[in-house]
Nanobody, 122 residues
């Protein structure tokens, strides 16, 4: 079991950038696939990006492909989400989650953090 704490959210202008971080507790962090998900007001939580335990495989939602980059530093038990060219429709609470299985098994992700708010607005 891992515990997750997100940080790095904020208010940004359209076209701007933010980098989110998610710090994890646990001695076997590298055995977990990790992911970012988001939930906008009035909408269901949706998948953003996932990364395998060794960082060699990544998977992105079509809506963020080419703009967002997921990465991880297993020495620091931390994953990141670099978000560039942000759009108002990216406004949401962003959550990280963990999964002992494949990066593609989105329904298996859990151990949710508390979330960090990202607002894209002029």
């Amino acid at each position: 079991q891992v515990q997750l704490v997100e940080s790095g959210g904020g208010l940004v202008l359209p076209g701007g950038s933010l980098r989110l971080s998610c710090a994890a507790t646990g001695r076997i962090f590298s055995s977990y696939a990790m992911g970012w998900f988001r939930q906008a007001p009035g909408k269901e939580r949706e998948f953003v990006a996932t990364i395998s335990g060794n960082g060699g495989t990544t998977y992105y939602a079509d809506s963020v492909k080419g703009r967002f980059t997921i990465s991880r530093d297993n020495a620091k038990n931390t994953i990141y989400l670099q978000m560039n060219n942000l759009k108002p429709e990216d406004t949401a609470v962003y959550y990280c989650a963990a999964n002992r299985g494949s990066v593609y098994r989105l329904a298996a992700f859990g151990s949710w953090g508390q979330g960090t708010q990202v607002t894209v607005s002029s």
